[in-house]
Structures are given as structure tokens and as C-alpha cells.
């Protein structure tokens, strides 16, 4: 089994190693990840100017790892560059510091960067931690020990295998954990505009989901209440409900056009 691992918070982050450690118990793994953290850029990709790829020294034996000068959804696409000799059977992106939940997740770096797998059918997976500020202790090691579950699992058979699993952790010790959730997508997130100082400038911030839009069943609600999160995620482009409604009004406006021809 090959599997890529990249992330958002770049290539010295300490949760993208225990991240391969974890995933390099289950099959043959190679990271490709930002030289410099990428949080927040989504779907972004480099198109107008080139990027560097670099091989770094790896702290896991049989590990080789890359850095790319560029945004997570580009070290995906160098990543099945890198593997192209050997079909990538999975992709694993994380573990982000900090959660993904919500309406936040479309702008996340970790989540995003599964993109290129998931359209190319590839089991993709996306995990965070919830981290709350600069807490002491950072338990990567408690969301590596999820994630291998879940990805053993999927590659084992009794997950799918299909679109996107967003995991997120609890920033807590594993027995502390109340149990795992599927969950859906909240309607809200953690990202939020505040108003910076009295000259009018802006700044987003980061941080706690108002509570009484944290509704039962979803990402956010899990956390809160300390459990881990597992949300599957597609993307689907067309709004397939509103074809017919939009194809009689497009009618009428087409006889109106063609009226004044």
C-alpha cells in the first residue's frame, strides 16, 4: 500500500511526522508538504509563477520527504508526481493544529489538499486537532493513533473507501476521549471577522463557535462535548434541485430574447 502524506502547517510541523510515523505502519509512505505554513489556502495552487521542489533529511527510516515551494494542493499534485511509478493507494492529509470543522472547512489547507486525491477516487482523509490556543501539551500522538485506525480501516474494508473522511481530534489524552462521532458539517466554524482597531481595518480571528448554533449531530457539537468527529465529505458542483426550476425560467427568458431578434 503507498500512501502520500501532506498538510497545510508545512514540513517542520510536528504533526505531519507523527502523521507518516502512524501511516508508515500500515504501508509505504512519502511526504510532500509546503516548505513554509499554507493554513487557510483551501483550493489554492500556484499558476502563475514556478515552485521549487526539494527532497529534506527524515527522521522516519524508509521515509523520503519533500518540501514545496508552493500551497498543500500543489505538494498533492507533485506528490503523485513523485509516486507516479507506483499507484498511490491512499492520501492522508494533517495533522493540522487546530480544528476544521464546519463552515471553515471549504478555506482549510489540510482539508482541501484532498482534493486531487478525491478526484481521482483516491481514499483521502483529512486529520486535525483541536487545539485551543497555546495549550501546553499538544497530543499529536492521540490524532496519529486515530488517524491509523481509520485509515487501516479503510483499507481493510469496513470504512469506505469513497470521497473525503474529515477527522478531527480532541486536544486531550486518548483516555480522556468520550468515543467517536459521525457527524455532519456544522453551519458555523471557529473562523470569524472581527473589527481590528478604530481605524475600520479588519482581521479574522479564530475562535470558540457561538453554542447555540452548535447543533446536535454536527462536527463541532462532537468536539465540544469530547469526542472525536468524523464527517465524510463529497463535492458535488451542480445543484441538481434547482435544474428543472431554473430550465422553465430559462425558457421564458430564452422566448423573450429570441422576440426581440
Given at each position: ?14 504533526g ?13 509512505t512519502?511526504?510532500?508538504a509546503?516548505e513554509?505554513e499554507?493554513?487557510a ?17 527524515s ?8 518540501a ?7 505538494c ?7 509516486m507516479?511509478e ?33 478526484f481521482?477516487?483516491?481514499?483521502s ?19 496519529a493513533?486515530?488517524a ?13 473507501a469513497v470521497?473525503?473522511i ?10 480522556e ?9 456544522a453551519p458555523?466554524?471557529y473562523?470569524?471577522l ?37 464527517t ?7 445543484n441538481?434541485?434547482?435544474i ?8 421564458a427568458?430564452?422566448s ?6
Amino acid at each position: 500500500m503507498n500512501i502520500l502524506v501532506t498538510n497545510d502547517d508545512g514540513i517542520e510541523s510536528p504533526g505531519i511526522w507523527a502523521l507518516a510515523a502512524a501511516m508508515n505502519r500500515l504501508g509505504n509512505t512519502v511526504i510532500v508538504a509546503p516548505e513554509k505554513e499554507q493554513s487557510a489556502m483551501g483550493t489554492s495552487v500556484t499558476l502563475k509563477s514556478t515552485t521549487t521542489v526539494n527532497e529534506v533529511p527524515s527522521s522516519i527510516p524508509g521515509v523520503k520527504a519533500y518540501a514545496v515551494g508552493g500551497t498543500p494542493s500543489d505538494c498533492v499534485i507533485v506528490g503523485l508526481r513523485v509516486m507516479r511509478e507506483a499507484r498511490i493507494d491512499m492520501l492522508v492529509s494533517g495533522i493540522n493544529y487546530g480544528p476544521n470543522c464546519g463552515r471553515d472547512i471549504p478555506h482549510s489547507g489540510t482539508v482541501m489538499a484532498t482534493l486531487p486525491g478525491y478526484f481521482r477516487r483516491i481514499p483521502s482523509i483529512a486529520v486535525s486537532l483541536a487545539v485551543r490556543g497555546y495549550q501546553d501539551e499538544t497530543r499529536f500522538d492521540v490524532a496519529a493513533g486515530v488517524a491509523e485506525s481509520v485509515a487501516e480501516s479503510v483499507k481493510e474494508g469496513r470504512l469506505p473507501a469513497v470521497g473525503i473522511i474529515n477527522i478531527n481530534v480532541p486536544n486531550t489524552a486518548m483516555e480522556e476521549i468520550k468515543g467517536i462521532l459521525t457527524t455532519k458539517a456544522a453551519p458555523t466554524g471557529y473562523i470569524s471577522l472581527f473589527e481590528k482597531n478604530p481605524d475600520g481595518r479588519y482581521a479574522f480571528r479564530i475562535g470558540k463557535s457561538v453554542t447555540q448554533e452548535m447543533l446536535e449531530g454536527t462536527d463541532i457539537m462532537a468536539l465540544e462535548s469530547g469526542y472525536v468527529s468524523i464527517t465524510p465529505l463529497h463535492l458535488e458542483v451542480t445543484n441538481h434541485d434547482l435544474i428543472p426550476h431554473l430550465r422553465e425560467g430559462i425558457r421564458a427568458l430564452e422566448s423573450k430574447l429570441m422576440g426581440k431578434v
